[in-house]
């Protein structure tokens, strides 16, 4: 396979995405979420090969979890398909428009970004919520995912292109690299001339490789050491359920909490209920020294690098603090700038949490699980975006454009 190919042809077709129209983008969406449906069995027996790999190559339950393609995960994507194709088109439209004492108009319009490499790890359904963007912001994509997940993003590749050709959206504008040799990566990341912005989604290693190695701009989603912070005012039984729903509904995902945070103040009253439903659920506890006394056979000792983790597990880490100041030093110190939430029931605490933590999400009483695109009404997401260049956060349809000036004259010229 050559990526060079790819790349070229991938470049030449986004020159003629702007052209195409916002009905012909729906359609092409409401196409391959029909096709999706009815070929869900097939879906889900290519989806079946990975798994298999992955269990026989003892891939851990959370991994694998990222990996499947069920009946729901399926609905998902057709949904996700469905509500980019509700949601208004970015391309250009004018953000402002203003004159100068020379009588010229000057402007502001969104264009698309032009081409997108995506490197992904895992999730299959990563594919259609890519491309589903990508269509309808009028960029072309290339689509680099896991050697994990080869079988299942190729069979969602087809039926996308299956469905752009049926609509008249260029087919061209959906690459796929369809290889599970891991070099290719390094020469993509190389091919400035061709591709616009590279987004890598998955682990610390693949991120840092990609930022190491690229010529092209890097939005990087980088992992999710996400904290939840219980403040002495918080509702214990908010408490409770929020930091248990953030660790435990769906722990190898990177809005996953991975480390909690208890006030000295309110720990008697919250660590017993708290460990006693961690441990039902499964999940090993790290914890700080006051941590473990509240039952030290149960709660392993932290070490310093507990407190970087992204553990993608049912693993928490667990610190007692004695105060607000010092629970948001530690988020700011070993946090990777992701989604991090505080239950409190005083304002105060809660505005100056908001304020002072320094990341692409931050919560008051909620759930870090919250921290996803579709969830957020952008439709579907590229990823979430833990820089401060062009986007940060969950990265929409709209992040997927960008303002180009616009000027209109009647034959001014400058003295």
Same mark, same amino acid.
């Given at each position: 396979?050559?990526?060079?190919?790819?790349?070229?042809?991938?470049?030449?077709?986004?020159?003629?995405?702007?052209?195409?129209?916002?009905?012909?983008?729906?359609?092409?969406?409401?196409?391959?979420?029909?096709?999706i449906?009815?070929?869900?069995?097939?879906?889900?027996?290519?989806?079946?090969?990975?798994?298999?790999?992955?269990?026989?190559?003892?891939?851990?339950?959370?991994?694998?979890?990222?990996?499947?393609?069920?009946?729901?995960?399926?609905?998902?994507?057709?949904?996700?398909?469905?509500?980019?194709?509700?949601?208004?088109?970015p391309?250009?439209?004018?953000?402002?428009?203003?004159?100068?004492?020379?009588?010229?108009?000057?402007?502001?319009?969104?264009?698309?970004?032009?081409v997108?490499?995506?490197?992904?790890?895992?999730?299959?359904?990563?594919?259609?919520?890519a491309?589903?963007?990508?269509?309808?912001?009028?960029?072309?994509?290339?689509l680099?995912?896991?050697?994990?997940?080869?079988?299942?993003?190729?069979?969602?590749?087809?039926?996308?292109?299956?469905?752009?050709?049926?609509?008249?959206?260029?087919?061209?504008?959906?690459?796929?690299?369809?290889?599970?040799?891991?070099?290719?990566?390094?020469?993509?990341?190389? @091919?400035? +001339?061709? $591709?616009?912005? !590279?987004?890598?989604? *998955?682990?610390?290693?693949?991120?840092?490789? %990609?930022? #190491? /190695?690229?010529?092209?701009?890097?939005?990087?989603?980088?992992?999710?050491?996400?904290?939840?912070?219980?403040?002495?005012?918080?509702?214990?039984?908010?408490?409770?359920?929020?930091?248990?729903?953030?660790?435990?509904?769906?722990?190898g995902?990177?809005?996953?909490?991975?480390?909690?945070?208890?006030?000295?103040?309110?720990?008697?009253?919250?660590?017993?209920?708290m460990?006693?439903?961690?441990?039902?659920?499964?999940?090993?506890?790290?914890?700080?020294?006051?941590?473990?006394?509240?039952?030290?056979?149960?709660?392993?000792?932290?070490?310093?690098?507990?407190?970087?983790?992204?553990?993608l597990?049912?693993?928490?880490?667990?610190k007692i603090?004695?105060? @607000?100041? +010092?629970? $948001?030093?530690? !988020?700011?110190?070993? *946090?990777?700038?992701?989604?991090?939430?505080? %239950?409190? #029931? /005083?304002?105060?605490?809660?505005?100056?949490?908001?304020?002072?933590?320094?990341?692409?999400?931050?919560?008051?009483?909620?759930?870090?699980?919250?921290?996803?695109?579709?969830?957020?009404?952008?439709?579907?997401?590229?990823?979430?975006?833990?820089?401060?260049?062009?986007?940060?956060?969950?990265?929409?349809?709209e992040?997927?454009?960008i303002?180009?000036?616009?000027?209109?004259?009647?034959?001014?010229?400058?003295?």
């Open positions: 396979m050559e990526i060079r190919k790819i790349a070229e042809a991938a470049k030449k077709v986004s020159y003629k995405l702007t052209s195409i129209s916002t009905d012909v983008k729906n359609r092409t969406l409401l196409k391959a979420a029909e096709l449906d009815a070929k869900r069995d097939i879906i889900k027996a290519e989806n079946e090969k990975d798994l298999k790999a992955a269990e026989e190559k003892g891939l851990s339950k959370a991994m694998i979890d990222r990996l499947l393609l069920n009946e729901k995960r399926i609905k998902g994507m057709i949904d996700v398909l469905h509500d980019v194709a509700k949601m208004e088109d391309v250009g439209s004018v953000i402002k428009m203003w004159k100068r004492p020379n009588g010229i108009k000057i402007g502001k319009m969104r264009v698309p970004l032009g997108v490499g995506i490197i992904y790890e895992s999730r299959p359904n990563v594919t259609v919520e491309a589903s963007l990508c269509i309808k912001s009028s960029n072309a994509i290339i680099k995912g896991g050697k994990e997940a080869i079988n299942s993003n190729r069979v969602l590749v087809n039926i996308l292109k299956e469905a752009a050709e049926s609509e008249g959206f260029p087919p061209e504008a959906i690459q796929f690299v369809d290889t599970t040799d891991r070099s290719v990566v390094k020469e993509m990341v190389q @091919l400035d +001339e061709f $591709i616009d912005v !590279i987004i890598p989604r *998955g682990g610390e290693g693949l991120i840092r490789f %990609v930022a #190491e /190695n690229s010529r092209i701009p890097v939005i990087k989603h980088y992992k999710g050491v996400c904290h939840v912070f219980v403040d002495k005012f918080a509702d214990l039984e908010k408490a409770w359920n929020i930091c248990f729903n953030a660790k435990v509904q769906r722990p995902v990177c809005n996953a909490m991975e480390t909690m945070l208890v006030h000295r103040e309110i720990a008697d009253g919250f660590m017993p209920e460990i006693d439903r961690f441990k039902k659920a499964g999940v090993e506890l790290r914890g700080c020294e006051r941590s473990r006394a509240y039952d030290p056979e149960y709660i392993k000792e932290a070490t310093e690098e507990d407190w970087y983790a992204e553990y597990d049912l693993i928490l880490a667990v603090v004695d105060s @607000l100041e +010092e629970a $948001i030093e530690h !988020i700011n110190t070993y *946090g990777s700038h992701h989604s991090d939430a505080i %239950v409190t #029931e /005083n304002y105060t605490n809660g505005m100056k949490f908001l304020n002072d933590v320094d990341s692409a999400a931050v919560y008051i009483n909620a759930s870090t699980r919250f921290t996803d695109g579709n969830v957020f009404g952008l439709g579907a997401e590229m990823g979430i975006s833990t820089d401060k260049i062009h986007v940060r956060g969950p990265m929409g349809l992040d997927l454009t303002p180009k000036y616009i000027i209109f004259g009647d034959g001014q010229i400058r003295e």
